[in-house]
């Protein structure tokens, strides 16, 4: 959620269309959570996704539920420090272990922002420097010695691409 | 007075709390319910800074006789919550349109009847457009369609709800509501609020007190208060339609949509216009009082032959479509129902049968 906030967020300072759509379920109190994400040049109509060009996924409950729902030809990152079933076909899969990434770096929090990172690295939607910035903005009064090292977790994934 | 403008990232809910603050709102009282926590949620953060009065109340119930309260006092006041909270507000609005009291009610439309379920729906348009309560009354309904218009429509429906003293609703839903989009925000000082209203309650001292009431048992008075209010209704209806309109000059099929459905058309017509197809957009913005004089003009005209009204319900609107157009043309409709959302696919579908 906070990752796909992030990109819209940084995007949106880019001057492009975004919309964000959370998963306002029973998710939201436990389980997997997910958001959608558009970015466009042009106005969006609906925020809702039932084919995406990219799926970042960061557990095997929601690979097992979302990899079909990638477009032909698109690209999924998924979170291989989980148990992950067989890739779809008609995509390509990158692997990465970001939450045994993450708890080398210190902080498990920080799987998604190397999943940003590594996605970014593919795709190059935003610039890192505006990525950094929407950080530095979001990250809450009295907690900015975590700008850091979501910073260092965004370049790491970056550096994986 | 628009000054330093600047691009937000904010839910639909967020958007409508800050318009409504931005608009003066003086008083809000709510209960909390999905999906428009966020709306109730900013409001409890943010209200009181701009010197307004925040109450989580005890019930939807409370909540808006609190509202009714406020506003005979002469304070800008709101209430807001999700489909089978507003069904619990009925009774106070239909009291507040019968005192003839401004108040501003936001229904974050879920899918019904009963407690049903969280997703969008707009299944409310009956309840909100034909009154809801009991009695000859009308409400001011606004369907935003975006992020950018939950913010804007909110100064809207309070200086029309106290220009005409009647309540005004807003027609959201679990969509909008949730979804996150750019708005572009005026400062953040709020309007100022303007003296007392003459009618509002407090000090009478040197005037004649001031009542707010909606009973009336002397024989007649009842029904001289209502073909006032008729008469107040037949103005709105007169001066206050608002629609968007687009490609509509030489479209063969327009589609009539409002809210999160309109969007989606929105962008749907945009597709099918690249490909040569001539469809258009009608969409209201006012649904009561409906846009009457929009179709009108496309009914008299020579080139739209067909509408198709799609709505997350099971036709409510369409009902409306079909008063004003009365068998001049062909009214389709496309529908789902229970929070679910027509697909594009299912909707260009239905539009190319009609080509």
Redesign the interface.
């Known amino acids: 959620m906070l990752a796909g906030k992030i990109m819209a967020e940084a995007a949106m300072q880019e001057g492009r269309y975004v919309t964000w759509l959370p998963a306002y379920g029973p998710e939201v109190r436990g389980g997997t959570a997910f958001c959608m994400v558009i970015i466009s040049d042009s106005e969006i109509g609906s925020p809702y996704i039932g084919e995406a060009d990219t799926l970042i996924i960061l557990n095997g409950l929601s690979f097992q539920k979302f990899k079909c729902r990638v477009k032909k030809n698109g690209l999924i990152i998924a979170n291989s420090s989980f148990d992950l079933e067989d890739d779809p076909q008609n995509a390509r899969v990158l692997r990465y272990p970001f939450t045994d990434l993450a708890l080398k770096q210190g902080n498990i929090k920080v799987a998604n922002m190397i999943a940003l990172g590594s996605y970014l690295g593919q795709k190059g939607t935003v610039a890192t420097k505006t990525i950094f910035e929407t950080i530095r903005r979001m990250a809450p009064a009295g907690k900015k010695e975590l700008i850091k090292i979501n910073k260092q977790a965004f370049m790491q994934g970056l550096r994986l691409a | 007075m628009i000054n330093n403008l600047k ?1 937000v ?1 904010m839910t639909g809910n967020e958007a409508i709390a800050e318009g409504a603050i931005q608009a003066g709102c003086g008083f809000y009282a709510g209960y909390p319910i ?2 428009q926590n966020e709306l109730i949620a900013y409001m409890a953060a943010h209200l009181a800074d701009s010197g307004g009065v925040f109450i989580q109340a005890e019930s939807e119930l409370a909540a808006i006789n609190m509202v009714f309260g406020a506003s005979a006092c002469g304070v800008r006041a709101m209430t807001s919550s999700s489909s089978p909270g507003i069904s619990l507000k009925q009774e106070g609005i239909s009291y507040i349109a019968g005192a003839q009291l401004p108040a501003v009610i936001v229904n974050v439309m879920r899918g019904g009847p009963g407690l049903g379920n ?2 969008p729906s707009q299944a409310d348009y009956f309840q909100a457009t034909r009154g809801g309560g009991h009695g000859d009354y009308r409400s001011i309904v606004l369907a935003p369609s975006t992020v950018q218009e939950c913010y804007e429509c909110m100064p809207l429906a309070f200086s029309l709800a106290d220009q005409y003293r009647m309540p005004a609703i807003i027609l959201s839903d ?2 909008l509501g ?5 708005v572009l925000m005026r400062s953040h000082k709020p309007l100022a609020i303007s003296h007392k209203p003459k009618w509002a309650l407090g000090n009478s001292k040197g005037r004649s007190p001031n009542v707010a009431k909606s009973f009336y048992l002397r024989e007649g008075d009842l029904e001289k208060v209502n073909l006032l209010l008729q008469k107040k209704y037949k103005t709105i209806e007169a001066k206050e339609q608002r629609y968007q309109g687009q490609y509509l000059d030489d479209a063969k099929v327009v589609l009539v949509a409002y809210g999160t459905m309109a ?6 017509t ?1 597709k099918l216009r690249g490909q040569g197809k001539k469809v258009g957009l009608l969409r209201p913005i006012t649904l009561w009082p409906f846009p009457v004089q929009a179709f009108e003009r496309l009914a008299l005209g020579k080139m739209a032959k067909k509408f198709l009204v799609v709505e997350m319900s099971a036709g409510q609107m369409l009902e409306d479509v079909k008063l004003v157009i009365n068998g001049r043309s062909a009214v389709g409709f496309l529908g789902r129902l229970g929070g679910g ?1 027509p ?2 696919e299912e909707i260009i579908k239905n539009i190319t049968s009609l080509l």
């Open positions: 691009r990232l999905t999906p969280i997703w679990g969509m949730q979804m996150m989009e750019p969007r989606i058309i929105k962008s749907i945009h959302m697909s594009e």
